[in-house]
């Protein structure tokens, strides 16, 4: 059991990605290695870019990255996402991080969060404008 705060997964909002962690990911102190975690949050933060700017994105910074707890093999990993800037070119994304561990006894935790910032690309590999987002009627 986790002597840390633990949390709920974010009311109302989907999760771009979820994803149980294997034996395969972990690091040589049985934690799950930074760098799978690095990975996963970029692959959610690129899904949530391409849908703002409505097709290809590169990602060309990592803003922010705290790893607030480990995260073990058999927990659920749940990546939430929400733009934070939209730009001509460029788009920057929010990635928060929640872990469910003790499927007897559910426990969240918030395990890590990140900024990361993409830019729209065409076929040529170029920058693009992104377009207007779309509102609701």
């Known amino acids: 059991m986790s002597t840390h705060e633990l ?9 771009a990605l979820r994803v149980m962690p ?22 959610a933060g690129a899904a949530e870019a391409m849908m703002v700017a409505q097709g290809a994105v590169v990602t060309v910074a990592v803003n922010a990255f705290q790893f607030k707890e480990p995260v073990f093999v ?9 733009p934070l800037r939209i730009g001509n070119t460029s788009v920057t994304i929010k990635v928060e991080v929640f872990a469910e561990r003790n499927p007897e ?32 009627l």
Do not use: C
């Not at 058999?74 to 929400?82: A, H, K, M, N, Q």
């Not at 559910?106 to 693009?128: C, F, H, I, M, S």
């Open 7 to 15: 949390t709920e997964l974010p009311p109302g909002r989907q999760p």
């Open 22 to 43: 294997m034996p395969r990911d972990t690091n040589m102190h049985g934690a799950i290695f930074g760098g799978w975690m690095m990975g996963q949050v970029d692959l």
């Open 74 to 82: 058999g927990d659920v990993v749940s990546f939430y996402t929400e």
């Open 105 to 136: 006894a559910v426990q969240v935790v918030k395990v890590t969060e990140a900024t990361l910032t993409y830019v729209a690309v065409g076929a040529d590999g170029k920058p693009r404008t992104i377009p207007p987002r779309k509102t609701a």
